[in-house]
């Protein structure tokens, strides 16, 4: 899809909405006794710093011309009181709204990466995995700052706002109606560049995702990049992508920033006005003490404005990132249990693909396939690369769902029970074997948590896997790095093997389970396998056609169909599409 490349951008241009800002709420509502309560404390300082200018005003117009040196110091005493509680104020505000804020986006990256475990395979298929990345991480960091400060910000600053105007009111309605003068100018200017700011910022995240998902790719793939010498031209991309991202960001910040010199600007030409007639109307009721006062308002008035344009900055940069994280958190799974599903019981292994057609993308993958499998029995698939092989397995396991016709497990339409009950009696070992950090022993009981050390030692014994993992210096504590770069590729697959092989499943499922180990340990892990395969239905995946001779049946898979069908000799016997595999496998072999 165009979609799943790291420079095609996401196209997300939707209205401004306030609904992701009501979704949000949902997440602070939790904490709403200590935003209260914060909210107060604020209220309580911001009263406090708003009463120096009163207390200027007092000084010049009463206390100084009456010498009253003992109210000075009584006002001082005050003004000082005042200083300190806000102080006092302002250093809980921060640690209170610093542990909400923290605690807010703990719990929205919790449910990002919960509802990430649980979507299909197709949306991973679909999309660069650095793009998922910059969503769980730096999107929802993007709105630490919002959520730390800015909504407690937005109310206390409201209330400045109209204790100001109060203050001012009471000093002079005239001046104060000629300070209001620059308001409407400052919501112009909001108004007019509300739109470009969110396209830029619309713009700046999907360049973050871009650059995010190529590095991400580049690191994946640097033993690649290495062996064939692409570091110069990988360079030119990453600067390339790296320059998008910056060019938008410059715009974006440019944007941003007009607010903020827009307000300085007409603040200052509020004041001036505001001092020039101020001066004009001393002695006609307006005193140099009440002009002080008003003056400094009116300069205190606009810092809540200012803030309040900040303010709408953060919320504008938070709707680009928030459309995004809840963009994701709407994607709804293809893969769901039905409304009625039930659990399915403990299976015998029973299994039939009845007229099962599927497809990708609306290109048809299998057509018309028909399996019966009876409990305990090896079918082993073989056919040629992309025949639809691995197609089959995931369908079983429900990885994709049918386009038509049905899989039934012991009768059963695995669309008519729940993902969790038939995923655990399945053991699935996938053919790029995953290794995650850790212990060897924990990634063997990553699929049954409560299996003793002894049980897991057992299954790696099993699989041949013992020999290796008893070698290292740590044994089986021995920790292994991300994807297990440290092992050997047999290594990785003996281990998860071993892991499959632990949970005890009724229908076993081994794509390539074999395709990197060495043809010594394939033939020792053959006689392992003799006795764990008993009681069990088991599906194998294997080009290596010496691997499967002892399977039940081997059903031969290309274009989608089922060609041949029956057991080595039989299929040999028939000297058809199988028996020239077997030969071709052959000759290489002699070759070799």
Same mark, same amino acid.
């Given at each position: 899809?165009?979609?799943?490349?790291?420079?095609?951008?996401?196209?997300?241009?939707?209205?401004?909405?306030?609904?992701?800002?009501?979704?949000?709420?949902?997440?602070?509502?939790?904490?709403?006794?200590?935003?209260?309560?914060?909210?107060?404390?604020?209220?309580?300082?911001?009263?406090?710093?708003?009463?120096?200018?009163?207390?200027?005003?007092?000084?010049?117009?009463?206390?100084?011309?009456?010498?009253?040196?003992?109210?000075?110091?009584?006002?001082?005493?005050?003004?000082?009181?005042?200083?300190?509680?806000?102080?006092?104020?302002?250093?809980?505000?921060?640690?209170?709204?610093?542990?909400?804020?923290?605690?807010?986006?703990?719990?929205?990256?919790?449910?990002?990466?919960?509802?990430?475990?649980?979507?299909?395979?197709?949306?991973?298929?679909?999309?660069?995995?650095?793009?998922?990345? #910059?969503?769980? #991480?730096?999107?929802?960091?993007?709105?630490?700052?919002?959520?730390?400060?800015?909504?407690?910000?937005?109310?206390?600053?409201?209330?400045?706002?109209? #204790?100001?105007?109060? *203050?001012?009111?009471?000093?002079? #309605?005239?001046?104060?109606?000629?300070?209001?003068?620059?308001?409407?100018?400052?919501?112009?200017?909001?108004?007019?560049?509300?739109?470009?700011?969110?396209?830029?910022?619309?713009?700046?995240?999907?360049?973050?995702?871009?650059?995010?998902?190529?590095?991400? =790719?580049?690191?994946?793939?640097?033993?690649?990049?290495?062996?064939?010498?692409?570091?110069?031209?990988?360079?030119?991309?990453?600067?390339?992508?790296?320059?998008?991202?910056?060019?938008?960001?410059?715009?974006?910040?440019?944007?941003?920033?007009?607010?903020?010199?827009?307000?300085?600007?007409?603040?200052?030409?509020?004041?001036?006005?505001?001092?020039?007639?101020?001066?004009? &109307?001393?002695?006609?009721?307006?005193?140099?003490?009440?002009?002080?006062?008003?003056?400094?308002?009116?300069?205190?008035?606009?810092?809540?404005?200012?803030?309040?344009?900040?303010?709408?900055?953060?919320?504008?940069?938070? &709707?680009?990132?928030?459309?995004?994280?809840? =963009?994701?958190?709407?994607?709804?799974?293809?893969?769901?249990?039905?409304?009625?599903?039930?659990?399915?019981?403990?299976?015998?292994?029973?299994?039939?693909?009845?007229?099962?057609?599927?497809?990708?993308?609306?290109?048809?993958?299998?057509?018309?396939?028909?399996?019966?499998?009876?409990?305990?029995?090896?079918?082993?698939?073989?056919?040629?690369?992309?025949?639809?092989?691995?197609?089959?397995?995931?369908?079983?396991?429900? *990885?994709?769902?049918?386009?038509?016709?049905?899989?039934?497990?012991?009768?059963?339409?695995?669309?008519?029970?729940?993902?969790?009950?038939?995923?655990?009696?399945?053991?699935?070992?996938?053919?790029?074997?995953?290794?995650?950090?850790?212990?060897?022993?924990?990634?063997?009981?990553?699929?049954?948590?409560?299996?003793?050390?002894?049980?897991?030692?057992?299954?790696?014994?099993?699989?041949?896997?013992?020999?290796?993992?008893?070698?290292?210096?740590?044994?089986?504590?021995?920790?292994?790095?991300?994807?297990?770069?440290?092992?050997?590729?047999?290594?990785?697959?003996?281990?998860?093997?071993?892991?499959?092989?632990?949970?005890?499943?009724?229908?076993?499922?081994?794509?390539?389970?074999?395709?990197?180990?060495?043809?010594?340990?394939?033939?020792?892990?053959?006689?392992?396998?003799?006795?764990?395969?008993?009681?069990?239905?088991?599906?194998?995946?294997?080009?290596?056609?010496?691997?499967?001779?002892?399977?039940?049946?081997?059903?031969?898979?290309?274009?989608?169909?089922?060609?041949?069908?029956?057991?080595?000799?039989?299929?040999?016997?028939?000297?058809? *599409?199988?028996?020239?595999?077997?030969?071709?496998?052959?000759?290489?072999?002699?070759?070799?």
């Amino acid at each position: 899809m165009a979609r799943n490349k790291f420079d095609v951008d996401e196209d997300l241009e939707t209205p401004f909405s306030l609904t992701h800002l009501k979704r949000l709420m949902v997440y602070i509502k939790p904490h709403k006794k200590q935003i209260i309560f914060t909210v107060f404390i604020m209220l309580l300082a911001s009263g406090a710093g708003l009463i120096g200018p009163y207390l200027i005003k007092q000084a010049i117009d009463e206390k100084i011309p009456n010498g009253d040196i003992a109210g000075l110091f009584q006002l001082a005493g005050i003004f000082i009181v005042a200083i300190l509680t806000t102080a006092i104020c302002m250093k809980y505000r921060i640690r209170m709204m610093s542990q909400v804020g923290h605690s807010i986006i703990e719990a929205i990256r919790k449910d990002l990466f919960t509802h990430l475990q649980k979507l299909s395979f197709s949306f991973y298929d679909s999309r660069p995995h650095g793009k998922i990345l #910059v969503r769980v #991480v730096n999107y929802v960091n993007s709105l630490s700052d919002l959520l730390s400060n800015g909504l407690i910000n937005l109310i206390t600053d409201l209330f400045s706002l109209m #204790v100001i105007l109060g *203050f001012m009111l009471s000093i002079d #309605v005239k001046l104060t109606l000629m300070a209001m003068a620059g308001f409407p100018v400052f919501a112009a200017v909001i108004f007019i560049i509300k739109n470009a700011q969110r396209r830029s910022w619309q713009t700046l995240s999907n360049k973050q995702s871009n650059m995010n998902a190529y590095i991400h =790719e580049s690191i994946n793939g640097i033993k690649v990049t290495q062996a064939f010498t692409r570091e110069e031209e990988n360079k030119k991309i990453f600067d390339e992508v790296s320059n998008s991202y910056r060019t938008s960001w410059l715009k974006a910040v440019r944007i941003q920033f007009l607010v903020w010199p827009s307000i300085e600007n007409i603040s200052v030409l509020t004041v001036s006005l505001v001092y020039i007639g101020g001066i004009a &109307m001393i002695g006609d009721g307006v005193s140099v003490g009440a002009l002080v006062a008003f003056v400094g308002y009116l300069w205190m008035f606009w810092t809540p404005l200012a803030n309040l344009g900040n303010f709408y900055n953060a919320i504008i940069n938070a &709707m680009a990132y928030l459309e995004r994280i809840f =963009e994701m958190m709407d994607e709804k799974p293809t893969i769901l249990d039905a409304s009625n599903a039930k659990e399915l019981p403990a299976i015998k292994g029973k299994v039939d693909f009845k007229d099962v057609i599927f497809g990708y993308d609306h290109q048809k993958i299998l057509d018309q396939i028909n399996i019966h499998v009876e409990p305990g029995e090896t079918i082993a698939l073989v056919g040629a690369t992309g025949s639809g092989k691995t197609t089959i397995v995931s369908l079983l396991s429900r *990885f994709y769902d049918v386009k038509g016709g049905s899989v039934e497990i012991d009768d059963v339409d695995i669309q008519t029970v729940t993902l969790a009950s038939l995923r655990k009696q399945m053991g699935v070992m996938l053919q790029d074997p995953f290794i995650f950090s850790g212990t060897i022993m924990d990634n063997i009981r990553y699929g049954r948590l409560d299996a003793t050390d002894e049980e897991v030692i057992a299954a790696a014994k099993a699989v041949q896997a013992h020999p290796f993992i008893a070698s290292m210096k740590d044994g089986y504590f021995t920790e292994v790095n991300e994807r297990g770069s440290r092992l050997s590729s047999g290594q990785r697959q003996l281990i998860s093997f071993a892991r499959t092989l632990l949970a005890d499943p009724k229908i076993l499922i081994l794509d390539e389970a074999t395709s990197s180990i060495d043809t010594e340990t394939e033939l020792a892990l053959q006689k392992g396998l003799e006795t764990l395969l008993k009681g069990r239905t088991s599906f194998i995946i294997a080009h290596r056609l010496s691997t499967i001779q002892n399977a039940t049946r081997i059903l031969v898979i290309n274009k989608g169909q089922i060609l041949e069908e029956g057991s080595h000799e039989e299929l040999i016997g028939r000297k058809s *599409f199988y028996w020239k595999l077997h030969q071709a496998q052959h000759r290489s072999l002699d070759v070799g």
